[in-house]
């Protein structure tokens, strides 16, 4: 990733009183991987989770242009079955074999990893949560303009276990300030585009 696209991240962090930090270290960037793989599929065998998640997937191409609501197949990089089986079924997928595999199979949509970010800054009120909402639009913006994809770790910031051994790692938040977002930056062939309801089907007269 150029010097001068990290640069002027780092300078929309800082302007909204947020710090940016990254790390291509490889050690670090494998324990992130990993620490995601790992929190995704352990949240993913609590059934209510499960439920939730899975109400915002669609399980093929198909479905997936006809609703335009939510994740398809190919947006995840998954089988539509495959997927489809895995919500359905999912502590059959911890047997011995199963769990190796299909942890195997998403690890290697992670492929090509080279840089980890994360944000840090005002997140206990209302007021930091939208601030820190438009500093990820303005970045994301920033980043596509140089060409750069971005891929947040939601799990590793929700689940206590994994954010405890995330900050083992970073090290302890302040006590104003909340790492709010981690995820991986890099180049990509262009990723498959979710498809989605036009603003006029959202809008109610």
Known sequence: MPADALDKLDAVAARARH????????????????????????????????????????????????????FSPSALGFPGPLLHAYFRLAPVFELPGLRHGIRRLYFRTMRGTSTIAWFTGPFDEHAGWVAAGRLLGRSWLLLTKHGVVL???????????????????????EADRTTWLIARLGYSAEPPRSQRLEARELIVD
Not at 20 to 32: A, I, P
Not at 48 to 68: I, K, T, Y
Not at 159 to 165: E, G, L, M, Q, S
């Open 151 to 173: 891929h947040p770790f939601g799990s590793i910031i929700t689940n206590k276990r994994a954010n405890a051994a995330l900050h083992e790692r970073i090290g302890r938040d």
């Open 19 to 70: 710090s940016l930090s990254t790390s291509s270290e490889r050690d670090f960037v494998d324990f992130v991987l990993g620490l995601n793989r790992d929190t995704l599929f352990d949240d993913l065998l609590e059934p209510g989770a499960r439920r939730e998640v899975g109400s915002w997937l669609r399980f093929s191409e198909r479905a997936a242009a006809e609703r335009r609501d939510g």
